[in-house]
């Protein structure tokens, strides 16, 4: 099976292609805005996957369903098109090489699980599995935000935020006041789909939204009635650019700017909770997936690990390094 479950013909058309321009959009601003990429070569991913949409639209495929035997047909229609004007080698490869990227995104984005290119001619295997930084390299990240004005207290709440709960960059930069109770230890996440779940919120998480909320946000908020719990510093709220370029600079700070993204934190969040002996099932419903299969990419723990997590927990299994 080459995605999340069996291919789905959208509500109509009509939606199918609102879908796919709403994944599109995303992916671009990723291209432009994490990987940073030049105007002309996102420009190319735009174009090669507009037309990849239109094949989707004519077929009234969903992008989020479709199986590798429908990318084969694709590739095959690219390759031998109705006009009888094959494309070159080289563009042909720059198409699957776009489609492999835009599918590859949605993976690490959690919209499927399983990458549909995978097996098609000239594509190879999945990526490695995620970059997760160490509980030491997290301290340097959460240390990284110095200062006592509006900014670093925002920052310091964000960076907390992100590591404590597990969020991604959607769901941290669409986090409204409401959503975080602070006497509780509670926040409300809003996910894929628009699902919500509930994540616990850890100590040190609280003390740093307790202080943007009592003593930054109030002295950049504009607007008494802008829900969004971060703002940037004119009083709006942050984008996704504008949560990217925060981490991205006190990961610098930390030494860690080649080791991370917005998304590692959540990586992060999931392995440590998993190495300190956390279940599986647990982590699943805090990180807000639908199948513990997505889960299961977080426990490539070392041996060392499961060991001392083994010899910690299982009420028979004494570790004999420590003798009887």
Request: net charge neutral.
């Amino acid at each position: 099976m080459g995605t999340v479950a069996e291919p789905s013909a959208p509500e109509s058309p009509q939606a199918g292609g609102e879908r796919f321009e709403l994944l599109l959009k995303d992916f671009l601003s990723y291209l432009e805005v994490e990987r940073g990429l030049s105007a002309n070569t996102v420009s190319a991913y735009r174009s090669d996957l507009k037309q990849f949409g239109r094949f989707l639209a004519d077929r009234g495929w969903d992008p989020l369903f479709v199986r590798p035997r429908d990318l084969a047909e694709y590739v095959a229609w690219l390759a031998a098109p109705a006009d009888d004007s094959p494309p070159s080698p080289a563009t042909l490869q720059r198409k699957r090489a776009a489609l492999r990227a835009f599918y590859r995104h949605l993976r690490r984005e959690e919209l499927i699980f399983d990458d549909p290119t995978v097996g098609i001619q000239g594509t190879k295997r999945a990526p490695a599995l995620p970059k997760v930084l160490t509980p030491t390299e997290i301290d340097r990240l959460l240390a990284a935000p110095t200062g006592s004005g509006p900014g670093p207290i925002r920052d310091r709440a964000i960076l907390e935020v992100m590591y404590a709960c597990g969020l991604r960059a959607s769901e941290t930069i669409g986090l409204e006041v409401t959503d975080i109770d602070t006497d509780e230890g509670m926040l409300k996440a809003r996910g894929k789909g628009n699902r919500e779940r509930i994540v616990p919120l850890g100590s040190k998480a609280i003390s740093a939204i307790t202080a943007w909320l009592v003593i930054g946000r109030p002295e950049v908020v504009r607007d008494r009635q802008e829900k969004e719990l971060f703002l940037n510093l004119r009083g709006r709220p942050l984008t996704r650019q504008g949560l990217y370029k925060i981490v991205q600079g006190h990961a610098a700070t930390a030494g860690l700017a080649d080791r991370m993204s917005p998304h590692t934190l959540r990586h992060s969040f999931a392995t440590h909770l998993l190495a300190g002996g956390c279940d599986l099932r647990s982590v699943q419903e805090m990180l807000g997936h639908a199948d513990v299969s997505t889960t299961q990419v977080y426990t490539h723990l070392s041996g060392a690990q499961l060991k001392d997590v083994y010899f910690r927990t299982h009420p028979r299994a004494a570790n004999p390094a420590e003798g009887d």
